[in-house]
């Protein structure tokens, strides 16, 4: 059974950055790709980043700039750097991981919280 660890995330001012991080454990499988999503309060679950085995990365327009995902292949984990909050970014954040012949496994979220 594949797990999923997230760490990081906060209360932090608008402005101010933050990082995640999420390990995953349970599977001697590779992984392909590795993402977080977010979901704010009354608001679908959207994409915020996904990266790519081979390193190549996506970003929702709205974080472009801001935001950084990078990952550790060796350690399982993924990473989201974020700079120059707002709130509008507040949302639970959660991690993506899609292991091969095995499915898709999802975090179970940490709260990022964003004061103006």
């Known amino acids: 059974q594949v797990q999923l660890v997230e760490s990081g995330g906060g209360l932090v001012q608008a402005g101010g950055s933050l990082g995640l991080s999420c390990a995953a454990s349970g599977t001697r499988s590779s992984i392909s790709t590795m993402g977080w999503y977010r979901q704010a309060p009354g608001k679908q679950r959207e994409l915020v980043a996904t990266?790519?085995?081979?390193?190549?990365?996506n970003y929702a327009d709205s974080v472009k700039g801001r935001f950084a995902i990078s990952r550790d292949n060796a350690r399982n984990t993924v990473y989201l750097q974020m700079n120059s909050l707002k709130p509008e970014d507040t949302a639970i954040y959660f991690c993506n991981v899609a292991v091969p012949c095995k499915g898709i496994y999802w975090g179970q979220g940490t709260q990022v919280t964003v004061s103006s």
């Open positions: 990266i790519t085995r081979g390193g190549i990365t």
